[in-house]
């Protein structure tokens, strides 16, 4: 069975919108589309270079409870200048608002709105377990825990929320989410999850 490999570069765009920072980066990737005679194309990316960063930038809000969507659109199509892009050139990315920014009055607004800074974005509001994970894959606790016997902690410290993420045999085994953080916001609640 003969096998055909076509490759593909793709701009993607990740937006981190967290309680007090935000963040932006340009990445390339490229994209294999690898296919045989009777099955079906499989996609992988194999390669990933960051091709812009963006410094930390105060996350605009209103209120404590609002985000200023005006500044936050404003600052994202200065970054896009920045970058030497145009929301056209984007393929892909993702939107994260993470933190206590996932719970202001016009979250959902935020969501919408941002979609629309670019193509196919994947936009997403990421709930403590969630946040979780992403922290405790990006410092590669997950996959020490798969190398190294014992449990494997992970504590992601952010502006409005501290995340802990178990692992275990490279597998997230539970999170623990305090609602204090770098910005200075008291303890209000714990939520604890152990999905497994």
């Known amino acids: 069975m003969s096998?055909?490999?076509?490759?593909?570069?793709?701009?993607?765009?990740?937006i981190d919108l967290g309680t007090s920072t935000t963040k932006w980066i340009?990445?390339?990737?490229?994209?294999?589309?690898?296919?045989?005679?009777?099955?079906?194309p499989r996609y992988e990316i194999t390669e990933r270079r960051l091709a812009y960063e963006s410094p930390v930038?105060?996350?605009?809000?209103?209120?404590?409870?609002?985000i200023d969507l005006q500044a936050?659109?404003?600052?994202?199509?200065?970054?896009?200048?920045?970058?030497g892009i145009k929301?056209?050139?984007?393929?892909?990315?993702a939107v994260i608002i993470t933190g206590e920014t996932a719970t202001k009055d016009n979250s959902e607004k935020i969501v919408?709105?941002?979609?629309?800074?670019a193509g196919q974005f994947v936009v997403a509001t990421a709930g403590a377990d969630l946040e979780s994970l992403?922290?405790?894959?990006?410092?590669?606790?997950?996959?020490?825990?798969?190398?190294q016997p014992g449990i494997i902690v992970n504590v992601d410290v952010g502006g409005g929320t501290a995340n802990a993420a178990y692992y275990r045999d490279g597998a997230m085994?539970?999170?623990v989410t305090l609602h204090i953080g770098g910005s200075g916001q008291s303890s209000r609640a714990m939520q604890a999850s152990c999905p497994r």
């Open 3 to 14: 096998h055909m490999a076509r490759e593909k570069w793709l701009t993607s765009v990740g």
């Open 26 to 40: 340009v990445s390339k990737l490229k994209v294999e589309e690898i296919s045989g005679g009777f099955s079906l």
């Open 57 to 66: 930038f105060p996350t605009p809000l209103l209120s404590e409870s609002e």
């Open 72 to 83: 936050l659109s404003s600052l994202l199509e200065r970054e896009y200048q920045q970058a």
């Open 87 to 93: 929301p056209q050139d984007v393929q892909t990315g």
């Open 112 to 117: 919408h709105a941002m979609a629309g800074h």
């Open 134 to 147: 992403l922290a405790g894959r990006g410092s590669g606790a997950a996959a020490r825990s798969a190398r």
């Open 173 to 175: 085994i539970g999170t």
